[in-house]
């Protein structure tokens, strides 16, 4: 699995969007790009996932460059409760069976 | 939907003994999936299951560590006998694809 780059850190105001980015360079044709969050004490959570195209969903957005070389998770307004760490996982087509290799993450703090 | 039921929630042993966990994945989820996280880590895969098949158990020290997964359904995996360095977070989760994994809340397990 292509491997991923992400800040470790970042802080975001509350009603701002934040804007996450993240390298994976090395991304095959046929590979996806994931975005899981994991709020304390909690398991990891699925936000959204993109092959080429943009996606958005009620969580967030996922911009994708054209050479896919790298992407942005966008939370449009974030709120407190989005304070978390956040996955950034390039692994297999969405229909096959393949594990997701989990990295570092990104620890976005969003303050008052 | 039900999510992803794990126990017990909390556990500490002391070095040498033994400790199983236990996961319930979400009804008709062919993949079963146990990661290990260690504090300040991201989760680290041990072990995956297709129904009631292991996939990929590279990663699962299996001089010590075991799983199985009972008709395809529940799970539990076990630690004998367990080293201060297993003190983690064991998570479970289950997926019909790569995407929309859902994780359990994890068994924080501590060796002493």
């Known amino acids: 699995d292509a491997k991923t780059t992400q800040p470790p850190s970042m802080d975001c105001a509350e009603g701002r969007a934040a804007n996450l980015p993240c390298n994976h360079s090395?991304?095959?044709?046929?590979?996806?790009v994931y975005w899981y969050r994991q709020i304390h004490s909690q398991g990891p959570q699925y936000i959204i996932h993109?092959?080429?195209n943009n996606e958005t969903n009620e969580m967030a957005s996922l911009i994708i460059t054209e050479d896919r070389k790298s992407s942005t998770l966008i939370l449009p307004h974030a709120t407190l409760r989005d304070t978390a760490v956040y996955y950034c996982?390039?692994?297999?087509?969405?229909?096959?069976?393949?594990?997701?290799?989990f990295g570092q993450g990104t620890i976005l703090t969003v303050h008052p | 939907e039900a999510g992803v039921a794990q126990s017990p929630r909390y556990k500490i042993i002391e070095k040498r003994q033994s400790v199983a966990f236990w996961c319930n994945p979400i009804?008709?989820?062919?993949?079963l999936y146990w990661y290990q996280q260690i504090l300040g880590q991201g989760p680290k895969l041990l072990i995956q299951?297709?129904?009631?098949?292991?996939?990929?158990d590279s990663q699962l020290p299996k001089d010590r560590f075991s799983a199985e997964r009972l008709k395809g359904v529940d799970s539990t995996l076990k630690i004998q006998p367990a080293k201060l360095e297993d003190s983690a977070v064991y998570l479970c989760?289950?997926?019909?694809?790569?995407?929309?994994?859902?994780f359990g809340s994890g068994t924080r397990l501590t060796v002493v």
């Open positions: 989760a289950s997926s019909p694809y790569n995407y929309g994994y859902t």
């Open positions: 090395t991304i095959s044709g046929n590979e996806y």
């Open positions: 993109g092959l080429k």
């Open positions: 996982i390039v692994g297999a087509g969405g229909t096959s069976y393949g594990k997701l290799t």
């Open positions: 009804s008709g989820h062919a993949t």
């Open positions: 299951f297709q129904n009631n098949g292991v996939v990929d």
